[in-house]
């Protein structure tokens, strides 16, 4: 299917587990985004990726790990969940011009019990 | 740093009347500004987006934004609201050459029947 998919949309974990989450895009599109939704904060940016091999932390990176070695994927790794890591996890991409918009995924719900 | 104030977290607006989302942002330079709609369960979708030149935007679904440079706002409005329009909406600023958007705290419309 064309257009951003994210997997799975609801997870549920352990803390001290390693989560991954899948993001995927069909439009190769340069920019690659991942963000944390969280009552009270909105979104927050935890990690871009401005090409393949290329990523860089956004405002709340601490306890991720991101890598995106093709075009199309970004994942995104939880290496020792915590419950504060409780959270909706949208992924984004972009085109990378200055007036391109975001296209968000569906969403991944995480819990970490 | 760039930041996003939307004022109220939570409208309610009876159906047929209007609606007024608030967004104000800083930005000693005149930003790329967007406004995003998140339906329940989904991810987030452009609803509108200035970018340069006149400073009235359309949107999607009827509604519009004006773009306030003397004032830093950038209110949502729309003439007359259904009840699809219940929803969160969320107010973001990209600044020029950075592909980062930041987002506002988000804003969730009840419309009353």
């Known amino acids: 299917d064309a257009g951003i998919t994210q997997s799975p949309r609801y997870k549920i974990t352990e803390t001290g587990r390693q989560v991954t989450l899948m993001c995927h895009q069909t439009?190769?599109?340069?920019?690659m985004f991942w963000y944390r939704q969280d009552l009270g904060h909105g979104l927050r940016l935890i990690y871009y990726?401005?090409?393949?091999?290329?990523?860089d932390k956004g405002e709340v990176p601490d306890g991720y790990v991101v890598s995106r070695s093709k075009t199309e994927n970004f994942p995104l790794t939880l290496e020792s969940a915590t419950r504060s890591q409780t959270s909706v996890y949208f992924c984004?991409?972009?085109?990378?011009?200055?007036?391109?918009?975001?296209?968000f995924g569906a969403g991944t719900r995480l819990s970490v019990l | 740093a760039q930041s996003v104030t939307q004022l109220g977290s939570h409208v309610s607006v009876s159906e047929g009347a209007l609606v007024l989302l608030r967004c104000n942002y800083s930005?000693?330079?005149?930003?790329?500004l967007f406004w995003y709609v998140q339906y329940p369960n989904q991810g987030l979708q452009l609803l509108l987006k200035?970018?340069?030149?006149?400073?009235l935007v359309k949107g999607i679904n009827g509604f519009e934004a004006e773009f306030k440079k003397s004032e830093t706002s950038f209110h949502l409005t729309k003439p007359s609201a259904h009840m699809s329009d219940a929803a969160e909406y969320f107010c973001?600023?990209?600044?020029?050459?950075?592909?980062?958007?930041?987002f506002g705290t988000g804003t969730r419309l009840t419309i009353i029947p």
């Open positions: 439009w190769s599109h340069s920019y």
């Open positions: 973001a600023v990209k600044d020029f050459g950075n592909e980062k958007l930041t």
């Open positions: 930005s000693s330079v005149p930003p790329y």
């Open positions: 984004a991409s972009s085109q990378g011009t200055n007036v391109d918009i975001q296209y």
């Open positions: 200035y970018t340069t030149g006149a400073t």
């Open positions: 990726s401005a090409a393949a091999d290329i990523t």
